[in-house]
Structure formats: structure tokens, C-alpha cells
């Protein structure tokens, strides 16, 4: 169980991290972009090599439209992406120094209670999403410069909201078992592999 | 119970949480989810909130730069520019006492410079510099304070994630902040590198000798950090310049980064997909102590808590410097127990309007009027403010300008068409150290000399001087007991070090970061040098 959560965050971090490297990719490529069309201009200004620096500006070198946009809707996947992995190593800031003086008991029903109202507030976020969501595809709200329906950043988000709520509530559930039975399922500190 | 009141429990409460090792994030957004409910009577409003916030906070375009500095961040770490900074600055600096140690300070900064984490930077730089000291015979708990020090630079020099988020909060130009934040981190370098020479002076047998390397040598290894010193001038500079935003800035670092790992063999597919789980786990946890900062803040705001406080200081009579003293003591304590980003995110939205509404003085009108007087008249044709501020001792002194003034007075007339002898009422008004007339603001076309105006500089320069200060406690914190994380992260990397010995070495660095925010404190101008307004 524990295999195939760890399994699929990690693919969604990865998924994430090819979309952060094809944002950067594009970001590059729209900074160059706009930097050769500014040269090209300034060359048909100063009459230098005009005819090229026209056919260049005719062939499409210029700044992109909507770079701004696509990244937003880009970096809302990549965050969500990389939540999963996230919560399922246990990355997330803790302050640790006094819980470390309590005894293992208590610091098991902590986990519990933390792991549960994780669990409620990611499967909260979740479904507020999805809500979203639905009234961004009902009211057909489109963006300014290439008019795409917002509704599909939402939508791609969704993937890594709905993995992070699935994994925070079976770590919820693994806490729980542990706090009333006193097992111990999993290590306390997931993030020591790391 | 008021509003107010609720605002004010979520303190303790949210601290309580906080303690019991709840997630910063969580606990941050729960107390913000439950106050939200008291306070708006029902779950409509957060949870209505709730269906595009998280999206909203999450689909940035300026927090996109933080996913792409700690990728970045990391392409440095696989670069193996390390190993060649370290080189570079061990071949000029290892044969002196301690040189080994000032080398490993002098790497870090040059890595903090294509690296914005703390963490990271103490990390990597410990993997490179650790054996090297132990080979010259420096001491274990010296050798690990050093490098967690220099650690704490990449925080502190250019680029910075704690930098980035700071500006987004305070909603001031990252670009005048990274620049703002350059003069103090190379204090802060050659802060360490003092300490570390006092030390060997107090503890001789802490550090052992190594040969003076020859001049050729260092050239040559200092050639080899080439990429390190493109990639920081491509970002730092290009955004500073004004070629692109923070955002593009940090795409151009990443890919400048990527490739240099790429090209020396670091960037292999595994370690590619290694560094995004690195980077997804980092960001997701920033990610989430901004949401629950935002919806935590979301609530206070309608509690007007914050404004409660700053109103309440800002009668308080106390002066702005003294509770400029308080905050910071506030930052060195809660830096001992936890990180400089979620304390950051936490108490920035409540000290900030608190630290805006103060007066530092460092703008008056009279300088705005200085300045701008300045700037419209070296707009005439040849004329230089070195011919301006000239003009104005001639005025000062009561004496008659020469011939060259005279026709540069001229030219200025000329320029404004203004009414003969209005130019000379300026310079003589401006030498004499009044404010102009309503008359001379219209005939030199000044606009934006009002109260509004001059309050909007001061702000801004409060907020430049007050981050670069806060930047500097709540790194402190890094190194610091009980719970510094650079400690731990280079103590764990020296297993036959005790933890004991790096915290007692690791206080003559604290001792030089302290002197150091004093410095700042007492000298703004420092901080502010190059800002312009």
C-alpha cells in the first residue's frame, strides 16, 4: 500500500518537474524571443541589414502572446503535482524541539490528530477545487490574451489535489490504527530516507 | 466575543499548534479556517474562499520564481561548481591562518550568489570542504561552525527565496531588494572571515598550515568559475537591468544551471529526476506555509488586528528605533525554534504595517525637492548635476557665478522657458535649505512633490532596510541552539564532531552576525546605497 502511494506521488513530482522544465524552457525561449525582436527593430531602424531583420520580424521571431498565461496555469499543476510526495515523506516544516521531550505515547496520539485533520483539510482543498472548478466551466470564463477556458487549469490541478488528499487520508488512517492500537505501521520520521 | 478578540486568541492558539509539531502550514491554515467561521458566522465564506484561493495562490506568476530558484539551486549542487569555487578561493586564501576555513566562507558566498537556500548552500559546500579542513588539521566543531555560517550566505546574497517571498509580502521590487540585500551579504563574508581569524588567534592548534599555492595557479583556478560568475550576472544583473522579470531571471539561472550540471556530467536522467523530487518536496512545503500564511492573513485582516497593533504602536510613544530593537529580539528568539520562511510568512503581514507606519527619516521633503530639482534641470542640454551641485555653492556662499555658470544658468532658463532670474530663486531657495515655492515646482515641470509622494519613498526604503534586516536575524537562527538547521546538517556530515563542539565554535559567528545588524541598523545607508528613488 505504502509502495504504491510512494510510487505514484513520485511519478506526479516527476510529471511536475517535466512541466516546471518546459515552463523554464518557454520563459528562456520568450525572454530571446522578445530580445531578438527588439534587435530587429533597432536594425531596421538604424538601417542595418533591414531586409533581413524584416524577413526575420515576417517569419515569426517576436515576442510570444500569453507566455504570462500559460505559466500561471502551468505552475498551478506543478504545485499541486508536488504535494503528493510531499506529504508522503513527511516534508512539510515541523517544530520538533518540544514534542522531543514527550513521550513516545503522546507523540503517537499527536500524528494521530495532526495526520486526521491533514487528511480533512487536503480532501477540504480538494473538493473546493473541484467546486471551483465547476463554476469556472459553468460561467465559460476564458483568458485575456489566448482565450483558453480557465477551467482546464483547474482541471489539471485537480490531478495532484485529488492524489494528495488520497494519500494524506490513508496516512490518516495508517496514524489512527497506530494511535489506538499502539502498532507501529510506519516510521515516525518518513523523511529520513531523504 | 468581538472580532478583535478572536484575532488575538489565534495567537496562542496558533502557536500552541505550532508547538505540538502541527505542520506550520496546517496549523496556520486551520486557525485561519476556524476564525474565518467565527468570525463570518458559518462556513460560506471560507469555504467559498476556498474554491479559488488555494488555485489563485498556487497559479502565480511572481511565486513561480521559487520552484525555479530551488531547481536551480539544485543544478548548482550537481554542476560540481563547488569543488571549483572552493579551489578557487582555497588557492588564494588556504596558505593563512585559517585559510582553509576563510576559503570554505569565501565558496559559500560565491555559491550563495547561484543558489538562493541556506540549507543547500551549507550542504553542498560541506560535502566539498569538510575533507579538505580535516586534511589540513582543522578542528571538527570549528571547521562545521565555519561552514554552517557560510552556509547562511546563500540566503543572504542573491538570489534569495526568503528575499523573494519577503517582497511579494511587503509588495516591493525584488530586483531593488536582491540589490539592497549585495553590500550586506559581502559583509557578511568578510564578517566570517574576521571571526575565523579570531579564532585561530584565541584556539591556534584549531587550524593547521598549508602551502602558498603560486599565482599562476590561482588565476587558472579562478578561470574555472566562469560559468558560476555568467549565471549570476545573466540573473542578478539582467534583472537588475531591467532585461527581464525576477520570474524570467530565475527560468534563465535554471536552465544556465542545468546546463552547466549537464555539461560537466552531473545531469544524468536519474539525477534529473532526483532533483525534481528534491525541488517538488521543498516546494510543495513552501507552497503550503504560503497558503496557510494567505488564508491565516486572509483572517486577521478582517479582524483588523493588524491595523489594531500598528495604530496602537504608532500612539505608543515609543521611538520607531527602539521598536525596531524589540522586533528583531523577537526574530533572534522565535528564530531558535523555528524556520526563517514560515516565521517570515507568519509575522511579516502583522510588523510590517507596524514598521511602514514609522518614521525614519530618511527622506525629507527637502531632498525630495533636492532630487527631483536636480534631475529635471540635468535634463538641459550640458548640464551635469557636478555643474548643478557647483551652481548651488556659488548660491550658498553668497558669491557671483562665473562666466561658465552664468550661460549653464542660461541654458537651464532656456531649456524651461522660464522667466528671467527664476533659476537663480531655485538654486538660491535650495542653498539657503527650504522647500521650493509653488511657483518654481511649475517652472522647472516638477510633478510628485507632494506628502503622498515623499511617504511612498520612505515606505519603500523602510521596507528595503527593515527585510534586509529581518533577512539577517532570522538567519541567525540557522546557527543557532537548540535547533539550527545548518548545524545539524553539517554536524551530521562530521560524524566524529559533537554537536556541543560546533555550538560553542558557532558563537563567534553569531557574535559577527549581531555586530553586523547593529552596523546595518545603525547605518541605513549602507542597505541603501544604490537604491534609487
Same mark, same amino acid.
Given at each position: 500500500m505504502h509502495r504504491v502511494f510512494l510510487i505514484l506521488s513520485r511519478i506526479m513530482a516527476i510529471a511536475g518537474g517535466v512541466m516546471l522544465a518546459a515552463l523554464i524552457l518557454l520563459t528562456v525561449y520568450s525572454v530571446l524571443a522578445r530580445a531578438l525582436d527588439r534587435l530587429f527593430h533597432a536594425m531596421i531602424g538604424a538601417d542595418m541589414a533591414p531586409g533581413l531583420a524584416r524577413w526575420m520580424i515576417d517569419a515569426g521571431v517576436g515576442p510570444l502572446l500569453g507566455t504570462y498565461e500559460v505559466l500561471e496555469a502551468g505552475i498551478a499543476f506543478v504545485i499541486f503535482a508536488f504535494l503528493p510526495i510531499c506529504q508522503i515523506t513527511g516534508g512539510h516544516a515541523t517544530v520538533d524541539i518540544f514534542t522531543a521531550q514527550m513521550s513516545e505515547g503522546a507523540n503517537r496520539v499527536l500524528r494521530g490528530v495532526t495526520e486526521v485533520i491533514f487528511a480533512a483539510v487536503l480532501v477540504l482543498i480538494a473538493v473546493q477545487l473541484y467546486g471551483g472548478m465547476m463554476s469556472k466551466l459553468n460561467s465559460g470564463q476564458v483568458t485575456l490574451?489566448?482565450?483558453?477556458?480557465?477551467w482546464w487549469s483547474y482541471a489539471i490541478s485537480l490531478l495532484g489535489a485529488v492524489l494528495a488528499a488520497l494519500v494524506a487520508v490513508y496516512l490518516a488512517c495508517v496514524r489512527a490504527v497506530e494511535m489506538v492500537t499502539g502498532r507501529v505501521v510506519l516510521p515516525a520520521d518518513l523523511g529520513a530516507e531523504h | 466575543m468581538s472580532d478583535q478578540l478572536i484575532g488575538i486568541l489565534s495567537f496562542p492558539v496558533l502557536l500552541t499548534m505550532i508547538f505540538l509539531r502541527v505542520p506550520i502550514g496546517l496549523s496556520m491554515f486551520v486557525t485561519g479556517l476556524i476564525g474565518l467561521i467565527l468570525v463570518t458566522d458559518g462556513t460560506q465564506v471560507p469555504f467559498g474562499r476556498l474554491k479559488s484561493e488555494t488555485f489563485t495562490t498556487f497559479s502565480s506568476y511572481s511565486l513561480s520564481i521559487i520552484p525555479m530558484f530551488l531547481l536551480m539551486g539544485h543544478f548548482a549542487t550537481l554542476g560540481g561548481m563547488s569543488q571549483a569555487l572552493f579551489k578557487a578561493a582555497e588557492s588564494f =586564501? !588556504?596558505? *593563512?591562518? !585559517?585559510g582553509v576555513a576563510m576559503a570554505a566562507v569565501g565558496a559559500c558566498a560565491g555559491f550563495g550568489a547561484i543558489c538562493g537556500s541556506s540549507l543547500a548552500t551549507a550542504a553542498t559546500m560541506g560535502r566539498v570542504a569538510l575533507p579538505e579542513l580535516r586534511r589540513y588539521g582543522y578542528d571538527g566543531g570549528f571547521s562545521t561552525a565555519a561552514l554552517a555560517a557560510g552556509g547562511t550566505l546563500g540566503i543572504l546574497i542573491p538570489p534569495s527565496i526568503v528575499l523573494v517571498i519577503y517582497a511579494i509580502l511587503t509588495e516591493q521590487n525584488i530586483a531593488k531588494l536582491f540589490l539592497a540585500a549585495f553590500i550586506p551579504g559581502i559583509i557578511a563574508a568578510l564578517g566570517y572571515v574576521l571571526a575565523i581569524s579570531i579564532y585561530v588567534r584565541i584556539y591556534p592548534d584549531s587550524a593547521g598550515l598549508r602551502a602558498r599555492v603560486p599565482y599562476g595557479a590561482r588565476f587558472a583556478a579562478l578561470v574555472k568559475i566562469w560559468p558560476v560568475m555568467l549565471v549570476f550576472l545573466a540573473v542578478v544583473g539582467g534583472i537588475y537591468a531591467g532585461w527581464f522579470t525576477p520570474t524570467e531571471g530565475a527560468a534563465v539561472g535554471a536552465l544556465g544551471t542545468g546546463l552547466i550540471a549537464w555539461g560537466n556530467g552531473g545531469l544524468t536522467r536519474a539525477s534529473l529526476a532526483d532533483s525534481f523530487i528534491v525541488t517538488a518536496r521543498s516546494t510543495a512545503m513552501i507552497f503550503f506555509i504560503i497558503l496557510g500564511a494567505a488564508f491565516y492573513n486572509g483572517f486577521l485582516a478582517l479582524t483588523q488586528v493588524p491595523q489594531g497593533i500598528a495604530e496602537w504602536v504608532g500612539t505608543s510613544g515609543f521611538s520607531p528605533y527602539m521598536i525596531l530593537i524589540l522586533i528583531l529580539v523577537f526574530y533572534l528568539i522565535l528564530g531558535c525554534f523555528m524556520d526563517s520562511l514560515s516565521m517570515i510568512l507568519l509575522t511579516i503581514p502583522i510588523f510590517w504595517p507596524v514598521m511602514q507606519g =514609522? +518614521?525614519? !527619516?530618511?527622506?525629507s521633503m527637502l531632498d525630495l525637492h533636492m532630487a527631483r530639482a536636480w534631475e529635471a534641470m540635468a &535634463? &538641459? %542640454? +550640458?548640464?551635469t548635476p557636478r555643474v548643478l551641485d557647483g551652481l548651488r555653492e556659488v548660491f550658498a556662499s553668497g558669491g557671483v557665478p562665473d562666466t561658465a555658470q552664468a550661460s549653464a544658468v542660461a541654458a537651464i532658463q532656456t531649456h524651461f522657458e522660464a522667466e528671467p532670474g527664476m533659476i537663480e530663486s531655485v538654486f538660491q531657495t535650495l542653498a539657503a535649505g527650504e522647500e521650493l515655492t509653488r511657483d518654481q515646482i511649475r517652472a522647472l515641470e516638477l *510633478? *510628485? =512633490?507632494n506628502q503622498g509622494a515623499l511617504n511612498g519613498i520612505n515606505s519603500e526604503l523602510i521596507a528595503i532596510w527593515f527585510g534586509i534586516l529581518v533577512l539577517i536575524v532570522v538567519e541567525v537562527g540557522l546557527i543557532t %541552539?537548540?535547533?539550527g538547521m545548518n548545524l545539524f546538517i553539517i554536524n551530521a556530515m562530521e560524524k566524529t564532531t559533537k554537536l556541543t563542539d560546533t555550538y560553542k565554535a558557532v558563537m563567534f559567528f553569531v557574535a559577527s552576525d549581531l555586530a553586523r545588524v547593529v552596523l546595518l541598523m545603525v547605518f541605513p545607508v549602507i542597505t541603501l546605497m544604490f537604491i534609487t528613488w
Open positions: 490574451e489566448l482565450a483558453f477556458p480557465v | =586564501l !588556504g596558505h *593563512r591562518k !585559517g =514609522l +518614521d525614519f !527619516g530618511f527622506v &535634463a &538641459a %542640454p +550640458d548640464i *510633478r *510628485r =512633490l %541552539p537548540p535547533v
